[in-house]
T-cell receptor
Framework: AAGVIQSPRHLIKEKRETATLKCYPI?????VYWYQQGPGQDPQFLIS???????DKGSIPDRFSAQQFSDYHSELNMSSLELGDSALYFC?????????????FGPGTRLTVT | KNEVEQSPQNLTAQEGEFITINCSYS?????LHWLQQHPGGGIVSLFM???GKKKHGRLIATINIQEKHSSLHITASHPRDSAVYIC?????????????FGKGMKLTVNP
């Protein structure tokens, strides 16, 4: 069965650089959620999209932006990277008309900022 | 008080032991996830449940909505079960759809 795909799986950037993370949901999933998990931390919700519109927003820094495209994939853009942005970023997708809890997780992108 | 609390925070077991990981939550939820994360790895969903009990291989998950409590059981534990196990709930209050995560329980199974 198809799963959520994230790319890249690993990314190393320097401070003040920008990064773009991509999430490809399972086919026929129209909702995407982004989460951030810092080292030794529990995951935190960043932002979600439903039908290409932002549906909910969590603790996402102003330096970050995200969008969902017509094919339902989503991109998380991170600018002016800081050391504290080093984390595992994973996304989840939800099927069309599925309940909110039915989220399927991607493997994550591990971002290291040096 | 955290919305999702897991116990214990760390657990070391011997191969073959029966293991129980607990999760209590304080918010009204529609469902609960049990997730597994190996060191340096991504998140793997083990179970998504809103009532009763689910079983997959050596893993069993139960939830009691009235008591706001869930347990994950591992039978005949194996060193490859060593990982962090995270409980996450879908908080339905205020119309939000986001998941709220527990801090995870680090399990080490020794051979």
């Amino acid at each position: 069965a198809a799963g959520v795909i994230q790319s890249p799986r690993h990314l190393i950037k320097e401070k003040r650089e920008t990064a773009t993370l991509k999430c490809y949901p399972i086919p026929r999933h129209d909702t995407v959620y982004w989460y951030q998990q810092g080292p030794g931390q529990d995951p935190q919700f960043l932002i979600s999209f439903y039908e290409k519109m932002q549906s909910d927003k969590g603790s996402i820094p102003d330096r970050f932006s995200a969008q969902q495209f017509s094919d339902y994939h989503s991109e998380l853009n991170m600018s002016s990277l800081e050391l504290g942005d080093s984390a595992l970023y994973f996304c989840a997708s939800r099927p069309l008309a599925g309940p909110p809890y039915e989220q399927y997780f991607g493997p994550g992108t591990r971002l290291t900022v040096t | 008080k955290n919305e999702v609390e897991q116990s214990p925070q760390n657990l070391t077991a011997q191969e073959g032991e029966f293991i129980t990981i607990n999760c209590s939550y304080s918010v009204g939820i529609s469902a609960l996830h049990w997730l597994q994360q190996h060191p340096g790895g991504g998140i793997v969903s083990l179970f998504m449940l809103s009532s009763g009990k689910k079983k997959h291989g050596r893993l069993i998950a139960t939830i009691n909505i009235q008591e706001k409590h869930s347990s994950l059981h591992i039978t005949a534990s194996h060193p490859r079960d060593s990982a962090v196990y995270i409980c996450a709930v879908c908080d339905t209050q205020g119309g939000s759809e986001k998941l709220v995560f527990g801090k995870g329980m680090k399990l080490t199974v020794n051979p």
